[in-house]
């Protein structure tokens, strides 16, 4: 899983590999890279605090996404198509993932006002259409989360999540051949 330390990298060439043939979801990921960038580093935000307005008005406005700045993504995060997907601050998601539209990863507000952790998500997992990811939430790895679902609770690794208040569909075994 990517680590929530400022060791992140900008992974540009990772997510322009993945997202190839979808010049949206590049500039999306290109942009999204250089405000978490920035917003790491203080100075960084005082100094170019204007390049994080129009990041938010670039992709709330102009694409109807919102990834925000503080979220740490993993290298190689494939956004198909993505019209009104959001994810949330301070979110963890791993490397290679896939996300679709109309998808809410985001925290829970807790009766006083505040927020609670975001959501964990491991790597080579694949998000569905339509799908909420809600609160202090660990995903594993080579998880599939299919269209509709809500997730409100862990997820060990190597299953497919269904329906909402989403149960286990099946266990995915992978074989690893030695020497191959």
């Given at each position: 899983?990517?680590?929530?330390?400022?060791?992140?990298?900008?992974?540009?060439?990772q997510d322009w590999k993945n997202n190839k043939g979808n010049f949206?979801?590049?500039?999306?990921m290109l942009l999204y890279r250089i405000s978490s960038l920035?917003?790491?580093?203080?100075?960084?935000?005082?100094?170019?605090?204007?390049?994080?307005?129009?990041?938010?008005?670039?992709?709330?406005?102009l694409m109807n996404i919102g990834i925000n700045s503080s979220a740490v993504i993993?290298?190689?995060?494939?956004?198909?198509?993505?019209?009104?997907?959001?994810?949330?601050?301070?979110?963890?998601?791993?490397?290679?993932?896939?996300?679709?539209?109309?998808?809410?990863?985001?925290?829970?507000m807790k009766e006083n006002g505040s927020y609670g952790r975001a959501p964990r998500i491991g790597d080579n997992?694949?998000?569905?259409?339509?799908?909420?990811?809600?609160?202090?939430?660990?995903i594993g790895n080579n998880v599939t989360i299919g269209a509709g679902s809500l997730i409100t609770k862990?997820?060990?690794?190597?299953c497919v999540m269904v329906g909402s208040t989403a149960t286990v569909l099946k266990r995915k075994y992978i074989i690893s051949v030695e020497g191959a």
């Open positions: 899983m990517v680590s929530e330390g400022r060791g992140q990298s900008l992974y540009v060439f949206k979801s590049r500039i999306i920035i917003y790491r580093y203080r100075i960084l935000r005082f100094i170019f605090f204007w390049y994080l307005l129009l990041y938010k008005f670039a992709l709330g406005w993993g290298k190689g995060l494939r956004i198909q198509y993505g019209f009104g997907t959001v994810i949330g601050s301070n979110t963890v998601i791993g490397k290679n993932c896939n996300i679709r539209q109309l998808t809410n990863i985001s925290a829970k997992v694949d998000i569905g259409i339509s799908v909420v990811i809600l609160g202090d939430v660990n862990d997820v060990e690794d190597n």
